[in-house]
């Protein structure tokens, strides 16, 4: 089994970082590299506990689908995703926020295990890991840029700029 694990402090409330991670549609803009769109269950919008989402992308030069379900959710603290079909052998990936000096600590945990015994973890070794790390920071970087945006936004709108 691999493990990602990442931070990302994120200078906005939780509740708006909570939202824009289990957003899909913020998801697909993300993943516009590999034209990753939801087919199937939650396709838009903000997915909840017991949702499944079917997703299609082209990774390494197939287009493949991949369903997860959201299995538990602790609004705004915690959901964790399942793969329930895909190329893995297993997938979870649990989304931990906290509020830290007046910021939010986004945490990543994504814990998967390719198919094919000895060949999987060597490609796992060799590939994958740094491949979904950087697919994950991508992500990351869309959902900070705009949780800071919005709260720019509302700073700007509540807190007029005096000349």
């Known amino acids: 089994m691999s493990r990602i694990y990442l931070e990302t402090y994120i200078n906005a409330d939780v509740q708006t970082v909570f939202d824009l991670a289990r ?9 516009s590299k590999t034209n990753e769109k939801a087919i199937a269950g939650r396709t838009s919008g903000l997915i909840e ?20 379900k ?8 915690q959901f964790t995703d399942e793969m329930q079909k895909g190329a893995f052998k297993s997938l979870r990936h649990q989304h931990i926020f906290k509020k830290v000096e007046g910021k939010t600590l986004m945490i990543d945990i994504f814990d998967f295990e390719s198919p094919l015994g000895i060949i999987g973890k060597a490609f796992n070794r060799i590939f994958l890991k740094n491949y979904m790390k950087q697919f994950l920071i991508e992500r990351n ?3 900070k840029a705009t949780a800071e945006s919005a ?13």
């Not at 506990?49 to 997860?68: M, P």
């Not at 959201?70 to 603290?77: A, L, Q, R, V």
């Not at 509302?154 to 005096?162: A, S």
């Open 70 to 77: 959201i299995i538990c959710m602790d609004k705004p603290h």
């Open 151 to 163: 709260t720019m936004s509302h700073n700007v709108t509540t807190y007029p700029r005096i000349e």
């Open 141 to 143: 970087k869309l959902i």
């Open 23 to 31: 957003n899909i549609d913020l998801h697909q803009k993300s993943t």
């Open 49 to 68: 506990e017991n949702e499944t989402v079917t997703w299609r992308a082209k990774h390494l030069g197939v287009y493949q689908t991949l369903t997860t």
